[in-house]
C-alpha cells in the first residue's frame, strides 16, 4: 500500500523560502520509471502542478513557477523535499506530494492528505 | 504550454440524473487525459486514466471517453456519494490541470 505525507511550516512570512518534505512507503524512488510530484490547491481554486523528480534524479518544473522551485530526493529516507524561494501571500494554499506511476499515462495515483501553508507577515 | 478547459464549471443534478462533463485540450494529448474526484477537504482521486481506463475500486457507472482534443466523463446514474468536484489533468507534456466541475445537488 502506498502512502504519502507532507510536512513543513504551516505559517511563512513573504520573500521567506517555503521547505516542505514528502515522506512515502510503499515504492521505492529508485524503481524504473517512478516519480513524486507536488501539487498546489490555493483555497476555493484549482489544482496546480509544481514539479517532479524521477527515479533518475530527472527533474520537471511548471514553466511559470520554474525560477523559484527546486525538487531533490533522498532514496535512503523515501523522501522527496520541495523548495520555493521568495514566498508571496499569492502562494497560500494546500500542498499535495503524489506518487507518479509509470503504467498507463503516467499520473498521480496515490496523493497525501495535503498540508495548508499560509503566507502572511 | 497545454491549457485544459472544462464546461460547464458547475452544474446542479438529481440522484438517478446522467451527467457529463466535458474537458477540451488546446492541443492534441492522445489519450493522456486523467480525471479526478475531490470532495472537500480531501485529496484528489483518481478515477480514471488513459482516457477511458477505469481505476481499481471506481463504480462501473464512471466512464470516460475521447482522444486527442476532446474528452468526456460521464456519471450513468448520479448517486449522492458523488457530489463533488471533478478535475481533468493530462499528463502528456508535463501535467495541468482544468479549472474542475463542481456537481452540486439539485
Known amino acids: 500500500q502506498i502512502t504519502l505525507k507532507e510536512s513543513g511550516p504551516t505559517l511563512v512570512k513573504p520573500t521567506q523560502t517555503l521547505t516542505l518534505t514528502c515522506t512515502f512507503s510503499?515504492?521505492?524512488?529508485?524503481?524504473?520509471?517512478?516519480?513524486v510530484g507536488w501539487i498546489r490547491q490555493p483555497p476555493g481554486k484549482a489544482l496546480e502542478w509544481l514539479a517532479l523528480?524521477?527515479?533518475?534524479?530527472?527533474?520537471r518544473y511548471s514553466p511559470s513557477l520554474k525560477s523559484r522551485l527546486t525538487i531533490t530526493k533522498d532514496t535512503s529516507k523515501n523522501q522527496v523535499i520541495l523548495t520555493m524561494t521568495n514566498m508571496d501571500p499569492v502562494d497560500t494554499a494546500t500542498y499535495y506530494c503524489?506518487?507518479?506511476?509509470?503504467?498507463?499515462?503516467?499520473?498521480?495515483?496515490?496523493w497525501g492528505q495535503g498540508t495548508l501553508v499560509t503566507v502572511s507577515s | 504550454d497545454i491549457q485544459m478547459t472544462q464546461s460547464p464549471s458547475s452544474l446542479s443534478a438529481s440522484v438517478g440524473d446522467r451527467v457529463t462533463i466535458t474537458c477540451r485540450a488546446s492541443?492534441?494529448?492522445?489519450?493522456?487525459l486523467n480525471w479526478y474526484q475531490q470532495k472537500p477537504g480531501n485529496a484528489p482521486k483518481l478515477l480514471i486514466d488513459?482516457?477511458?481506463s477505469l481505476q481499481s475500486g471506481v463504480p462501473s457507472r464512471f466512464s470516460g471517453g475521447g482522444s486527442g482534443t476532446d474528452f468526456t466523463l460521464t456519471i450513468s446514474s448520479l448517486q449522492p456519494e458523488d457530489f463533488a468536484t471533478y478535475y481533468c489533468?493530462?499528463?502528456?507534456?508535463?501535467?495541468?490541470f482544468g479549472q474542475g466541475t463542481k456537481v452540486q445537488i439539485k
Open positions: 503524489a506518487h507518479r506511476r509509470m503504467a498507463g499515462a503516467g499520473t498521480f495515483d496515490s
Open positions: 510503499g515504492f521505492s524512488l529508485s524503481t524504473y520509471g517512478v516519480g
Open positions: 523528480i524521477y527515479w533518475d534524479d530527472d527533474k
Open positions: 492541443q492534441s494529448i492522445s489519450n493522456f
Open positions: 488513459a482516457a477511458s
Open positions: 489533468q493530462q499528463s502528456y507534456s508535463l501535467w495541468t
